[in-house]
């Protein structure tokens, strides 16, 4: 039973935690909330879906990250480059811009839920008691390999220099020649193909609907709070709190409760951490 609630944990968690970074690594370097993160979970999973049929199911999973990644060049042109430092305005442009991805994907794919099947949901792997489909563990992989490579994007790489830059003083970094235009389209680029990403591999293990993002973008948000908000190691952290608190109440109370419990657990932790359970500074982290 605890294997069983920890698989579905990490499984919830490595979701999150995808879709939270990529909202960290925008707020980083723009000052800004994207709330169109959740949809872009949701165009991935629905891309995902489609191109399947054609490519496969994991080559699919590229194309989802492609097609969200010009989507997200798209957002940061018309929703954020022009309202930099009137934060307001952005968030309410961002709002819209979620609300006109979901409708068309109502209009492209409808509004009743989809099963998305692959063959890796019909492997199974015996560990100890517990079978775990070779899907869950897909989406655990991901999630890690992913998180990892951003770790050392941001770290290591000149466009991880450049992000740290843009987020620390964007003046001084235009001053030194760096494009903040640009860092600001990749940083936007990178998040919407992290919740691509995670709208792919996750997508098998749940049904498919227009309004799934918005529940995506609650916990991603629920595991930033939590974790210290601009934090990308306490983003991680958050996310699998969430992630195994929602675990631990489907199993032994109900599922539909879960999300409840998780939310009252961050309230809860805010009144005590009220900057999060790391809360560092942003720019020491992006």
Do not use: C, H, K
Not at 10 to 18: E, F, I
Not at 82 to 91: A, K, T
Not at 148 to 156: D, E, F, M, R, T
Request: aromatic share 8%.
């Amino acid at each position: 039973m605890l294997l069983q609630i920890a698989v579905n944990g990490l499984v919830l968690a490595g979701n999150y935690a995808l879709v939270a970074v990529g909202l960290t690594l925008v707020f980083g370097v723009m000052r800004m909330v994207n709330f169109a993160q959740g949809q872009s979970v949701m165009i991935g999973a629905f891309v995902a879906f489609t191109a399947a049929r054609y490519v496969g199911y994991l080559p699919a999973i590229g194309v989802a990250m492609l097609i969200n990644a010009g989507l997200g060049a798209i957002l940061e042109r018309i929703a954020f480059r022009r309202f930099r430092g009137v934060e307001l305005n952005g968030l309410i442009a961002s709002m819209g811009m979620s609300i006109i991805l979901i409708n068309i994907a109502e209009l492209v794919w409808g509004t009743s839920p989809r099963a998305f099947e692959t063959r890796l949901n019909q492997i199974s792997f015996t560990l100890g008691t517990v079978g775990v489909s070779a899907q869950r563990l897909l989406v655990i992989g991901s999630s890690v390999t992913l998180l990892l490579a951003l770790w050392w994007l941001v770290q290591y790489s000149s466009l991880g220099r450049q992000f740290r830059a843009v987020s620390e003083d964007p003046e001084i970094a235009a001053a030194i020649g760096i494009d903040t235009d640009r860092v600001s389209r990749a940083s936007v680029v990178l998040g919407s193909s992290l919740a691509a990403a995670a709208g792919a591999v996750s997508g098998p293990v749940n049904l498919l609907s227009p309004e799934m993002g918005q529940a995506e973008m609650l916990n991603a948000f629920a595991a930033i709070i939590l974790g210290g908000f601009g934090n990308v190691n306490g983003t991680i952290l958050g996310g699998l709190g969430i992630g195994m608190v929602q675990s631990v109440a489907a199993v032994y109370l109900s599922n539909a409760y879960s999300s409840s419990i998780a939310f009252a657990l961050l309230v809860g932790t805010l009144m005590f951490f009220p900057r999060g359970l790391v809360p560092e500074r942003l720019d020491e982290n992006v």
